[in-house]
């Protein structure tokens, strides 16, 4: 707001500046004039210092700041300042000081002692002039006092009145003790005069003429003469004719000019120090004010010469962090308003060039993220490695598939990562002979063996193109075939057990009616020994045939088609059932519960799930034999997610676990390391989780024993959701069976 | 003579002038009074008159500033006031007489000016002329039923006297105060 007025303030402080120089230039030929002009035009300029003192403190303490926060365009602005000011200041300087110089000899020069000398010759020579006069009207008045002192009294009017025609006088006035006695004068008066001085009367009673050269208040002079008219015998009433003579014109004229040259010059002379005093301190006072004013102008001057320039860098920092947008006002038409017109061109190209750039990165980031999410959706796992088989980028597939977190890892070389990820160390030992043998394009079916099973991945690696000869490094992809392939083996072994059941299962009853036909006409008919043998005979083939058909049962169990009857029911109660069921059957063994709190609701098929309690309670029961403190845990937990999310059972013994060579292949039909086990036990285990949408895991833990883990879904809405890995530091409450 | 050097013998002559000027208007101050000795008013022909006598003793500065040609103006300022009770006093009269005395060179006589009236009177010496500014009398102030009888009235005189034609700014910026003399107030009660 205030710097919106300075201007408005500057430009009437110039106005009232030049205004008060040009009366100053008036004045000057005319004292008096400067005399009353001179205090306002001092003022006028004072103020205008002052005004200027002001502004250029603010411009100044504005320049500093910006010098100091190092503001762009300040030091130019500075610099710009200086010389502007330098370049005023010097012929300024030189002008007042030759002005002052000019002045001071000036006015000395005026009252050189020849000029004074000379007004005073002239005045003198006035004054002999007038003396001339005075003696001539002296005598005249004399002789007209002789005769008028011979007069009568009644002929002294008449003869007054014509003597002072005659005469050439003014006035004629006979001055008795104390009047005046007669009085003629060429004016109409309606009074008389007023008595002479006595001193005038005295001197003339005396005897001694009085002459004297008077002003008029009109203006010129007029000679005033007394002489004694005699005729009386005291000195007091002598009479006294007192004569007033005009000066003649032309010599009053020039008398009263020598006068007046005469005291000018002797007012001047005796002023001349005061007035010079005041001529320097006027110029002064206007030097200052021109050299705040040219410096203030430098400010200004240097604003409108730095401000484009100070656009400019500002523009072009603004440019340098990015701001494309940022366009310079172009002020003027010169090379300047052309460095505007050509940055501003660049600034536009530049943020063409930049719109391109970014729509292509845009571009480029959307067919990332494109094939990012389809890389993420993929379920096969996906590698891109570097030619030193540092991980460039991977898939969350496979990092699932490798069980690591393989995005993270990303930058990360391979054989590092291989050594803390056994998984990844058995695919880099896959890999390596391939690159070392400078494969790039590959294909192989590769197992993996874990604590929990094994995985059987189908890899393939590929060269990603590069310049030239050179390959920009691999991409690996692995499917992981493990649950194909199970798919497979279940569909054969169905296909077998439906074979057998049907096969095997119908020939069987015969072949036991028959045994026992056989034994029962034949035992009472035969001899003791060959009634033993054949009771043996054909009780192993009715046991053999009864074993047989349980197997047949089992690989029916196994091979039936999955029809399940789903109701809610508490899992916790379902183990504490089992639990005490086969507490019962062997008390030896004791079981620990660790149930989820709260229960463990579950909607399944109970009969099924009962089936998968008994069978791994049986297992564990069997892997303990023979222990001498067999203690098998059960433990139930909620996990949550979609729905009501999971239920966990876990089944732990203290037996001697799973052995190692049948890690991975546990679940399979007739895997077993039991001599008396079908092997179809965990099979059918895993065949109702699965129907079940769970996932059934077994491993051995660290401090030996088997354990098995399922997680069952715990609602409709949960089923077919990821199964959510378990934390081991969970506790969950304890019970005790 | 180089320029700087006669901007400095100015600067110098400049300073010594005003020293001595201010010098010169303390001895004055000292030397010279300049005062109203005795004054009264009177009831003259239904006209109240002041006569007055006021010692005009002038500097030798003075003295020689009129012998070059400059004028003297000396002022005469009287107020009459009504006392009143209660109330502030009311002015009932106030007037200025000034005279100018200014010596002329080619008649050598020192011509006294009424400035109100332009008479004009001329004396053949400054004591003369001096003393005819010193005695006032029969000065008419104000006619005699504007004063109410009976009541207490206040008369003030103050007398000044000023070195004419000096430009303003010298005044100014010199505080060229002994160019201009006042008395003090001089106040004297009356009651009609």
């Known amino acids: ?737 | 003579m180089q320029a700087t050097q006669v901007l400095h013998v100015g600067l110098k002559r400049m300073a010594a002038l005003a020293v001595g000027l201010l010098l010169a208007c303390a001895a004055v101050a000292q030397q010279d009074r300049f005062s109203i000795r005795n004054a009264f008013v009177e009831p003259v022909g239904g006209v109240w008159q002041l006569n007055a006598i006021v010692e005009l003793g002038l500097s030798a500065a003075a003295e020689e500033a009129l012998s070059e040609g400059i004028p003297l103006t000396l002022l005469l300022e009287i107020l009459i006031t009504k006392e009143r009770r209660f109330l502030p006093d009311t002015e009932v009269a106030g007037l200025e007489q000034r005279w100018r005395l200014a010596y002329d060179a080619l008649s050598g006589r020192y011509v006294v000016t009424n400035l109100n009236s332009r008479a004009q009177s001329t004396y053949p010496a400054l004591a003369e002329a001096l003393d005819y500014l010193s005695n006032v009398r029969g000065l008419p102030l104000i006619d005699e039923p504007l004063l109410a009888s009976g009541v207490r009235h206040e008369v003030s005189l103050r007398a000044s006297v000023e070195i004419g034609g000096l430009p303003g700014a010298v005044k100014l910026l010199i505080f060229w105060r002994e160019w201009s003399r006042s008395t003090d107030w001089y106040t004297w009660s009356v009651r009609p």
């Open chain 1, 1 to 737: 707001m205030i710097r919106r007025w300075v201007p408005v303030a500057v430009g009437a402080g110039i106005v009232a500046w030049v205004v008060a120089l040009a009366l100053l230039a008036v004045t000057t030929r005319d004292s008096q004039e400067f005399g009353k002009l001179q205090p306002w035009i001092l003022m006028v300029n004072a103020a205008g210092v002052l005004v200027l003192v002001a502004l250029l403190t603010g411009r100044l303490v504005e320049l500093v700041r910006d010098r100091r926060a190092l503001v762009p365009g300040s030091r130019l602005r500075s610099q710009a300042v200086a010389m502007l000011s330098v370049l005023v200041l010097a012929p300024l300087l030189l002008v007042f000081t030759f002005s002052v110089l000019f002045l001071t000899r000036g006015i000395d020069s005026w009252f050189h002692v020849e000029v004074r000398q000379g007004l005073s010759d002239a005045l003198g020579l006035s004054r002999a002039a007038l003396d001339l006069r005075m003696r001539e009207f002296t005598d005249r008045t004399e002789r007209i006092a002789e005769d008028l002192a011979q007069q009568r009294s009644m002929q002294l009017f008449s003869a007054l009145d014509e003597h002072r025609r005659l005469a050439g006088a003014e006035e004629l006035a006979v001055v008795g003790p104390g009047r005046i006695e007669a009085y003629s004068t060429a004016s109409l008066v309606d009074s008389l005069p007023p008595l002479p001085p006595d001193e005038v009367l005295m001197q003339a009673r005396r005897g001694e003429r009085y002459v004297s050269l008077d002003p008029v208040a009109t203006g010129g002079y007029v000679i005033r003469a007394a002489v004694r008219m005699g005729g009386a015998s005291s000195l007091q009433g002598t009479r006294v004719l007192m004569a007033v003579y005009p000066v003649p014109q032309r010599l009053a004229d020039l008398a009263e000019a020598v006068q007046g040259a005469y005291q000018q010059y002797g007012r001047l002379s005796y002023l001349r120090e005061p007035l010079k005093v005041s001529f320097v301190l006027t110029l002064s006072l206007v030097l200052l004010m021109a050299l705040l004013a040219a410096v203030y102008g430098a400010f200004f001057f240097s604003d409108r010469l730095v401000q484009p320039v100070q656009d400019l860098i500002g523009a072009t920092r603004a440019v340098g962090k990015g701001d494309f947008e940022t366009r310079v006002q172009r002020a003027s038409r010169d090379e300047i308003g052309y460095l505007v017109t050509s940055f501003n061109d660049m600034t536009k190209r530049l943020a063409k060039a930049r719109a391109e750039a970014d729509a292509s990165r845009q571009a480029v980031e959307n067919e990332r993220a494109s094939l990012a999410v389809i890389l993420a959706r993929l379920s096969t796992g996906v590698i891109s490695l570097q030619s030193d088989l540092t991980i460039r980028v991977a898939n969350h597939a496979a990092g699932a598939i490798l069980g690591t977190d393989l995005q993270a890892a990303a930058g990360e070389g391979l054989p590092a990562l291989a050594e803390r990820e056994p998984l990844v160390a058995q695919l880099l030992a896959v890999i390596r002979p391939h690159v070392e043998a400078g494969q790039t394009e590959w294909r192989e079916q590769v197992i993996l063996r874990h604590e929990t099973g094994r995985r059987e991945l189908m890899c393939a690696c590929t060269a990603l193109p590069g310049e030239g000869e050179e390959t920009a490094g691999l991409v690996l992809v692995f499917d992981d075939i493990t649950e194909l392939l199970h798919a497979q083996r279940e569909a054969a072994w169905g296909e077998v057990a439906r074979r057998l059941a049907h096969e095997i299962k119908n020939p069987l009853t015969p072949i036991q009616l028959s045994a026992e036909r056989v034994r029962r006409r034949l035992l009472g008919g035969l001899p003791d020994r060959d009634a033993d043998l054949l009771e043996r005979a054909t009780n192993t083939i009715v046991q053999q045939v009864e074993s047989m058909k349980q197997m047949v049962n089992a690989f029916s169990e196994y091979a039936r088609a999955p029809t399940m009857e789903l109701d809610f029911f508490d899992l916790n109660a379902l183990v504490r059932e089992a639990a005490d069921l086969y507490h019962a059957q062997d008390a030896r063994v004791r079981f620990a519960l660790t149930l989820a709190e709260g229960g463990a609701p579950i909607e399944a098929d109970r009969g099924r799930i009962r089936q998968v309690l008994n069978n791994l309670l049986t297992n564990s029961l069997e892997a303990l034999e023979g222990e001498p403190d067999p203690v098998v845990t059960v433990h139930t937990a909620r996990h949550p997610g979609p729905g009501a999310g999971f239920v966990e059972l876990a089944v732990h013994d203290n037996g001697p676990g799973f052995q190692r060579e049948f890690m991975g292949q546990v679940f399979d039909p007739y895997v077993t390391s039991k001599p008396k086990g079908t092997g179809l036990g965990l099979a059918i285990v895993r065949k109702i989780v699965e129907e079940h949408g769970g996932r059934i895991e077994a491993e051995n833990e660290p401090d030996g024993g088997a354990l098995v883990r399922v997680w069952l879904p715990a609602d409709e809405a949960a089923r077919g959701a990821p199964v959510p890995r378990v934390t081991r530091n969970q506790e969950p409450r304890r019970e005790h069976a």
